[in-house]
């Protein structure tokens, strides 16, 4: 469950997926902190997995247009930097694309 959830949060905002989207997911961390233990899904947290699903079938990283400018941004998330290369053209059915 927390190697899914880790998968599912390092993605979620990409997916346009919030935390308070996701809770019912990350509610299944709670309880027995042994990695081995079973998980039982909720009804709750089975919806939001489908919700995941669709997001992701629904996205998909792109090819870098060499005819369109590359914007590198860095974004620092509790003191863990991270870079993301982008490109913007409002021709494109999804106007942002992100590598």
Not at 32 to 49: G, I
Not at 51 to 56: D, G, L, M, R, S
Not at 73 to 96: A, M, R
């Amino acid at each position: 469950v927390q190697k899914l959830l880790g998968s599912i949060n390092w993605v979620s905002s990409y997916l346009g997926l919030t935390t308070k989207q996701l809770a019912p997911l990350f509610a299944l961390l709670k309880g027995d902190r042994e990695l081995s233990s079973p998980h039982n899904f909720t009804v709750e947290a089975k919806q939001v997995l489908t919700e995941v699903k669709e997001a992701i079938s629904k996205h998909w990283v792109c090819c870098v247009d060499l005819d369109v400018p590359v914007t590198f941004f860095v974004v620092l998330h509790d003191l863990h930097p991270t870079g993301i290369l982008g490109q913007w053209n409002d021709e494109w059915e999804d106007p942002l694309h992100l590598e």
